[in-house]
């Protein structure tokens, strides 16, 4: 499972980011053909910071003061956080909303810290987590946040039929989560969440779940008082326990954000209060928008555009490198192929032929919005670590056609038949498919390059019976917290083809003891162990790793020192400041 992305991200042609191919809710991206501090990293560690607490750091040079405004081409679907699956919405949802636990950028990666609650202990069978509220937490409106509040939230998010859009984790993983419908149908009383005095939350588990304290940051786990639940409405107006409060909403078009005077940064050890107000506006054309951010004349040079820097601005960059704020992602995009359908020489074989500049260049890329991969795991992602890259799986180079054909004479496999479905409406998909259908052929494949449209191809790609037998979905995924645990046990154990999230259809049980060996430990020790298992997939030739999204997008000279999150691809809007 994986979060939605704002689809923002697709909206650029130049940088040929497109819908097809994504599968699950909210991460699995794929581009045109396939569908990050840019600096590059050899491995990333620590996942939990327990004792973090408030108020957060002070930034160097930062001021209050002033509107901000943040400008994006598209709208974000939903700001009910039960029903926020989504990057966009999310990313600026923390701006208002507080959860149990939160995400802190360090260095531009990603540390769980608390929030509203500790992050959690877990009893020896693993299956009921205790969490502690902190005291002195209020609403916009000057009441206390409740304990019961937080027990509420998590009842109102068993009610998809109200709000579908939203993860469904809890379902899966809490006790009684496929029996128990929400509070508007099954009524107040759940087996799977409980409270315990003033300040203990306590959620019963099916089965354990260590990544509980992570998903415990996902909007969905904010507290809502129940006699304050306006259904439906409560997108419009969602109560307040951030540092920002809404001031006016325009569903679909602006949101004006004002300082909550009850939120205390003593209680907070990530948010910060620097803007009197942020202003954002959606729906804007994007190429103008970045233009004018670029540009930066009048209000603009207050102003952020969110959407990925469009490649035809590239050359208007040269002076003005500073207004481009650039980070990791925490997405990565393959080239699958099915280990069901092409046995394991053939699989080296066609990595070996495999035209990854030609590739890549065709697919409208460029540095600043992917670094090629070598690996499943992004290095935004804790206990990624970038270990020897298996032979030809590197993501570079023109590729070897004729040394693929000797390999596949060797293997008595020459005219193997490879194939895949591309988007034919659209020109960046079709130069993608030729790019590859040529250097195949050159090595001495058969290649059977099949044509849909576009309201076809995730379909058509999602279906694993399909006649094909390479470049299926999901060609991107990107995780729903940084954990390991959000990429391989999803990716890469035998149940993850029923499930449709899988790289390879690996059915290998002797893998799937290993994975499920790593996923039952504490995070804090699951973290250096998915390395190996990545390195072990790869070593199966499960897919060819292409890139790691990387984000890029427009500031204006009067905004401060600003970095991005990995894990919206958005600023870290709550650290944002105004230079005057």
Same mark, same amino acid.
């Given at each position: 499972?994986?979060?939605?992305?704002?689809?923002?991200?697709?909206?650029?042609?130049?940088?040929?980011?497109?819908?097809?191919?994504?599968?699950?809710?909210?991460?699995?991206?794929?581009?045109?053909?396939?569908?990050?501090?840019?600096?590059?990293?050899?491995?990333?560690?620590?996942?939990?910071?327990?004792?973090?607490?408030?108020?957060?750091?002070?930034?160097?040079?930062?001021?209050?003061?002033?509107?901000?405004?943040?400008?994006?081409?598209?709208?974000?679907?939903?700001?009910?956080?039960?029903?926020?699956?989504?990057?966009?919405?999310?990313?600026?949802?923390?701006?208002?909303?507080?959860?149990?636990?939160?995400?802190?950028?360090?260095?531009?990666?990603?540390?769980?810290?608390?929030?509203?609650?500790?992050?959690?202990?877990?009893?020896?069978?693993?299956?009921?987590?205790?969490?502690?509220?902190?005291?002195?937490?209020?609403?916009?409106?000057?009441?206390?946040?409740?304990?019961?509040?937080?027990?509420?939230?998590?009842?109102?998010?068993?009610?998809?039929?109200?709000?579908?859009?939203?993860?469904?984790?809890?379902?899966?993983?809490?006790?009684?989560?496929?029996?128990?419908?929400?509070?508007?149908?099954?009524?107040?009383?759940?087996?799977?969440?409980?409270?315990?005095?003033?300040?203990?939350?306590?959620?019963?588990?099916?089965?354990?779940?260590?990544?509980? +304290?992570?998903?415990?940051?996902?909007?969905?786990?904010?507290?809502?008082?129940?006699?304050?639940?306006?259904?439906?409405?409560?997108?419009?107006?969602?109560?307040?326990?951030?540092?920002?409060?809404?001031?006016?909403?325009?569903?679909?078009?602006?949101?004006?954000?004002?300082?909550?005077?009850?939120?205390?940064?003593?209680?907070?050890?990530?948010?910060?209060?620097?803007?009197?107000?942020?202003?954002?506006?959606?729906?804007?054309?994007?190429?103008?928008?970045?233009?004018?951010?670029?540009?930066?004349?009048?209000?603009?040079?207050?102003?952020?555009?969110?959407?990925?820097?469009?490649?035809?601005?590239?050359?208007?960059?040269?002076?003005?490198?500073?207004?481009?704020?650039?980070?990791?992602?925490?997405?990565?995009?393959?080239?699958?192929?099915?280990?069901?359908?092409?046995?394991?020489?053939?699989?080296?074989?066609?990595?070996?032929?495999?035209?990854?500049?030609?590739?890549?260049?065709?697919?409208?890329?460029?540095?600043?919005?992917?670094?090629?991969?070598?690996?499943?795991?992004?290095?935004?992602? +804790?206990?990624?670590?970038?270990?020897?890259?298996?032979?030809?799986?590197?993501?570079?180079?023109?590729?070897?056609?004729?040394?693929?054909?000797?390999?596949?004479?060797?293997?008595?496999?020459?005219?193997?038949?490879?194939?895949?479905?591309?988007?034919?409406?659209?020109?960046?998909?079709?130069?993608?498919?030729?790019?590859?259908?040529?250097?195949?052929?050159?090595?001495?494949?058969?290649?059977?390059?099949?044509?849909?449209?576009?309201?076809?191809?995730?379909?058509?790609?999602?279906?694993?019976?399909?006649?094909?037998?390479?470049?299926?979905?999901?060609?991107?995924?990107?995780?729903?917290?940084?954990?390991?645990?959000?990429?391989?046990?999803?990716?890469?154990?035998?149940?993850?083809?029923?499930?449709?999230?899988?790289?390879?259809?690996?059915?290998?049980?002797?893998?799937?003891?290993?994975?499920?060996?790593?996923?039952?430990?504490?995070?804090?020790?699951?973290?250096?162990?998915?390395?190996?298992?990545?390195?072990?997939?790869?070593?199966?030739?499960?897919?060819?790793?292409?890139?790691?999204?990387?984000?890029?997008?427009?500031?204006?000279?009067?905004?401060?020192?600003?970095?991005?999150?990995?894990?919206?691809?958005?600023?870290?809007?709550?650290?944002?400041?105004?230079?005057?």
């Amino acid at each position: 499972m994986g979060r939605r992305f704002h689809v923002a991200v697709a909206a650029s042609a130049a940088v040929a980011l497109a819908l097809a191919g994504c599968s699950s809710p909210s991460s699995n991206r794929d581009s045109g053909g396939d569908n990050a501090d840019a600096g590059k990293i050899t491995a990333q560690s620590q996942a939990i910071d327990p004792n973090a607490k408030g108020p957060a750091p002070e930034i160097q040079g930062a001021r209050d003061g002033g509107n901000l405004e943040v400008q994006a081409q598209t709208t974000p679907a939903t700001f009910d956080p039960t029903d926020n699956y989504y990057l966009d919405a999310n990313g600026i949802s923390k701006l208002f909303l507080r959860t149990p636990t939160q995400l802190d950028i360090r260095d531009g990666k990603p540390t769980l810290v608390p929030d509203l609650t500790d992050v959690g202990t877990v009893s020896a069978d693993k299956l009921t987590w205790t969490f502690k509220l902190q005291p002195g937490i209020k609403y916009e409106d000057g009441t206390d946040v409740k304990v019961e509040d937080l027990a509420y939230a998590i009842k109102r998010s068993f009610a998809h039929d109200v709000y579908p859009n939203g993860p469904a984790y809890q379902l899966q993983y809490f006790k009684d989560g496929d029996k128990y419908k929400g509070p508007y149908v099954s009524g107040d009383t759940y087996a799977g969440v409980e409270t315990q005095g003033t300040d203990g939350l306590i959620i019963h588990l099916a089965k354990p779940f260590a990544d509980l +304290p992570f998903y415990m940051t996902f909007p969905l786990f904010t507290p809502i008082p129940k006699a304050k639940d306006t259904k439906q409405d409560y997108k419009n107006h969602p109560l307040a326990t951030g540092p920002y409060m809404f001031d006016s909403f325009q569903a679909g078009t602006k949101l004006v954000l004002k300082r909550n005077p009850n939120w205390k940064k003593e209680t907070d050890a990530v948010r910060h209060q620097y803007p009197d107000t942020f202003t954002f506006n959606w729906g804007v054309d994007l190429v103008k928008s970045q233009t004018a951010v670029l540009n930066s004349n009048g209000a603009d040079a207050s102003a952020i555009n969110y959407d990925p820097l469009d490649a035809s601005l590239i050359p208007q960059l040269k002076g003005k490198e500073s207004q481009l704020l650039q980070g990791q992602s925490s997405c990565t995009f393959v080239f699958q192929i099915d280990t069901r359908k092409i046995p394991l020489e053939v699989r080296k074989a066609i990595a070996k032929a495999f035209p990854y500049d030609a590739s890549f260049k065709a697919d409208g890329r460029n540095d600043y919005v992917a670094e090629r991969a070598s690996t499943a795991m992004p290095p935004s992602i +804790p206990g990624y670590t970038k270990y020897p890259p298996i032979p030809d799986l590197t993501g570079t180079g023109a590729g070897d056609p004729a040394a693929a054909k000797k390999m596949l004479e060797a293997a008595g496999k020459v005219g193997f038949e490879i194939s895949w479905y591309y988007d034919n409406t659209k020109p960046i998909p079709q130069q993608v498919s030729q790019v590859r259908s040529d250097a195949l052929t050159k090595a001495g494949f058969k290649v059977k390059a099949i044509g849909v449209a576009t309201a076809d191809l995730r379909g058509k790609i999602g279906d694993y019976s399909a006649p094909v037998n390479t470049a299926q979905g999901p060609r991107g995924w990107c995780s729903d917290w940084p954990t390991g645990t959000s990429w391989i046990p999803v990716l890469f154990k035998s149940n993850s083809v029923a499930d449709g999230t899988t790289w390879g259809a690996l059915n290998d049980k002797e893998f799937d003891k290993k994975i499920d060996a790593v996923a039952e430990l504490p995070t804090e020790q699951a973290t250096a162990k998915w390395a190996e298992l990545d390195k072990e997939a790869m070593e199966k030739y499960v897919a060819l790793p292409l890139f790691y999204d990387k984000t890029a997008l427009l500031e204006g000279t009067n905004i401060g020192k600003s970095t991005v999150d990995p894990t919206t691809s958005l600023p870290v809007l709550t650290s944002m400041f105004l230079k005057s």
